[in-house]
């Protein structure tokens, strides 16, 4: 009776943990770890920015209303905005909500973070929250740089 009590404590906490999980962040078609760094190197010299896109999937079986929130780590001088549905000014650090279907993957390019240094040397690090709005503690994370 006691392993049948463990067994049923253990997979209702693997199956939550598993669950609790409704999105993914993916660049150039790779899963990226939640919190992980990524480098943006592409200075678009055209715009005088650094572009950095992703993409975000749906993997939970059920509609989600995605928001999009951003952290500044370090950012030298410059202009610093995102884009997800469309793009916010410099002193926006919420985004509103994105519609994002069960099983769906957000457009490409329809999340991307901008960076226009004063110098193209210059590197920001910012941290982007992605979150369903009914479940904000339910989040992936990834650091642009």
């Known amino acids: 009776m006691i392993k049948k009590s463990i067994f049923t404590f253990v997979f209702t906490a693997l199956v939550a943990c598993v669950s609790a999980q409704s999105l993914q962040l993916e660049w150039e078609g790779e899963v990226r770890a939640d ?3 990524v480098y943006c190197n592409d200075f678009n010299s055209d715009y005088g920015e650094y572009i950095q896109e992703m993409q975000l999937r749906n993997i939970s079986g059920a509609d989600l209303n995605v928001i999009i929130e951003r952290e500044i780590i370090d950012a030298p001088e410059g202009s610093l905005y995102f ?14 909500s994105v519609a994002l279907a069960a099983g769906a993957v957000s ?6 973070s901008h960076f226009m240094p004063t110098s193209p040397t210059d590197k920001a690090f910012v941290k982007y929250y992605a979150y369903d709005d009914r479940h904000p503690d339910e989040r992936v994370s990834v650091i642009i740089a």
Not at 83 to 96: K, Y
Not at 107 to 112: H, K, L, N, R
């Open 35 to 37: 919190g992980q760094t």
């Open 107 to 112: 457009a490409p390019g329809g999340f991307a």
């Open 83 to 96: 884009c997800w549905g469309m793009c916010f000014a410099p002193f926006v650090n919420v985004s509103g």
